[in-house]
């Protein structure tokens, strides 16, 4: 018996420790998986740097109002590549656009962007202010605190936010660039993402299919409702923020309202699988307390849980999706705009739509999570928590002898 414990020991430990190697691996083969975006011809004649600010000349700038336009001569040094050290002269354009435009002064480190023939700069355009350094400082803090006070668990959520930036840049962008269908990408992409950010959480366990079983079929759910009212509002993907100029640039091809119907359910589907690791964690808890419960009682612990819940998760939501909205907010409401006309525009009317439908997977994530849970966790035998930290239980022990 000894020898059947210490497998199980060990068989655990490896379907815990399972999704850190395949989150690693996957992370290693996506930063070495080209995007074929890499040398488009906008930057690949050119070369980017980082270049410090000597001296500027606002001699040409017209300044209206508020608004800034002309041209802002800054002469810069630049810091890295084959021209670091060279001092020459760059251009900063002002189109009269707040949103866009960028002042530079004397000091400032700047991105620019070197036009060269052979080994002579030919000009050098300023791009924007350089961030890259105070970025990558933000990161490593948040990355510090976040192992600090989480320990292991930090370092999995690190991996996990490692590994859906990568999929967002590696796959999901360069997948819908190319025309392929975007709601299967963006299902799939889910998918993988909803089963190894719960798995690193849990390990691949029974705790891991219910979370991740909930979460998916809350998915499902604002897939199908997102095509069903977009089609409904008649909201054309065009309502994104930038999704013209793909057009303009030549991808022509692209479905910009399925595109649209996909970031519907991605949008929502962290906040799914943060309500699912929820209701999972708590039946696991009143399983492990309780060994005898009944099946029907888990899954009325996991709905007591994720009624609690889903009044703060849809307000998050709300929240979330609001809040780069504040702005055109308050110009509705200084111009008077009555709600009925502010309801009916497209681009608010979408944001409704993000919000609901989101909130619709939420609501259906709580009792798909319920069910699964309490079908899958509950297990009337005696459960103990050996001294390496992992559930066993003697149903899997003789199950797998």
């Known amino acids: 018996m000894k020898t059947t414990?210490?497998?199980?020991?060990?068989?655990?430990?490896?379907?815990?420790?399972?999704?850190?190697?395949?989150?690693?691996?996957?992370?290693?083969?996506?930063?070495?998986?080209?995007?074929?975006f890499e040398n488009i011809k906008v930057y690949g004649e050119s070369d980017l740097r980082p270049a410090r600010v000597i001296d500027v000349d606002d001699s040409s700038i017209v300044d209206t109002g508020l608004?800034?336009?002309?041209?802002?001569?800054?002469?810069?040094?630049?810091?890295?590549?084959?021209?670091?050290?060279?001092?020459?002269?760059?251009?900063?354009?002002l189109n009269g656009s707040m949103e866009q435009d960028k002042v530079f002064a004397e000091g400032d480190t700047a991105l620019v962007r070197i036009n060269f023939s052979e080994d002579k700069i030919r000009s050098i355009s300023m791009i924007d202010h350089y961030r890259i350094h105070w970025e990558i400082l933000l990161a490593a803090l948040f990355f510090v605190l976040l192992i600090i006070f989480a320990g292991r668990t930090g370092v999995r959520a690190i991996l996990s936010f490692a590994l859906t930036v990568l999929m967002i840049w590696k796959v999901l962008v360069p997948s819908y660039l190319k025309g392929i269908n975007p709601i299967v990408v963006g299902l799939g992409i889910c998918?993988?993402?909803?089963?190894?950010?719960?798995?690193?959480?849990?390990g691949f366990d029974r705790r891991c299919l219910s979370a991740a079983g909930g979460s998916l079929l809350g998915i499902l759910v604002s897939l199908v409702f997102g095509i069903i009212f977009t089609n409904l509002f008649k909201i054309h993907g065009a309502v994104m923020s930038s999704s013209e100029s793909l057009l303009y640039a030549g991808y022509t091809h692209l479905n910009l309202t399925q595109i649209f119907m996909a970031a519907i359910f991605i949008g929502s589907s962290?906040?799914?699988?943060?309500?699912?690791?929820?209701?999972?964690?708590?039946?696991?808890?009143?399983?492990?307390?309780?060994?005898?419960?009944?099946?029907?009682?888990?899954?009325?612990?996991?709905?007591?849980?994720?009624?609690?819940?889903?009044?703060t998760m849809t307000t998050t939501l709300l929240l979330a999706y609001s809040g780069g909205f504040i702005a055109l907010l308050m110009v509705f409401t200084?111009?008077?705009?009555?709600?009925e006309v502010l309801l009916n525009y497209k681009y608010v009317?979408?944001?409704?739509?993000?919000?609901?439908?989101?909130?619709?997977?939420?609501?259906?994530?709580?009792?798909?999570?319920?069910?699964?849970?309490?079908?899958?966790?509950?297990?009337?035998?005696?459960?103990?928590?050996?001294?390496n930290g992992f559930l066993s239980d003697k149903n899997d022990i003789q199950r797998l002898h």
């Open 191 to 202: 998918v993988i993402l909803t089963f190894m950010i719960i798995g690193l959480v849990y």
């Open 334 to 339: 200084a111009q008077g705009t009555p709600i």
């Open 270 to 311: 962290g906040a799914m699988m943060d309500l699912s690791v929820d209701i999972t964690s708590a039946i696991d808890e009143v399983v492990r307390n309780r060994p005898d419960i009944s099946i029907r009682d888990a899954i009325r612990s996991g709905m007591n849980v994720g009624r609690a819940a889903m009044g």
């Open 67 to 93: 608004i800034r336009s002309g041209e802002q001569r800054c002469t810069v040094e630049i810091l890295s590549g084959y021209f670091s050290g060279h001092i020459a002269e760059a251009n900063n354009l």
């Open 349 to 387: 009317s979408a944001e409704l739509l993000h919000t609901l439908i989101g909130s619709f997977g939420l609501v259906t994530v709580a009792p798909f999570t319920a069910i699964s849970g309490g079908i899958l966790l509950t297990r009337r035998v005696e459960r103990t928590m050996p001294s």
């Open 5 to 36: 414990t210490k497998n199980d020991a060990l068989l655990l430990r490896i379907n815990y420790r399972a999704p850190v190697i395949l989150c690693v691996i996957l992370i290693a083969v996506l930063m070495l998986l080209p995007s074929e």
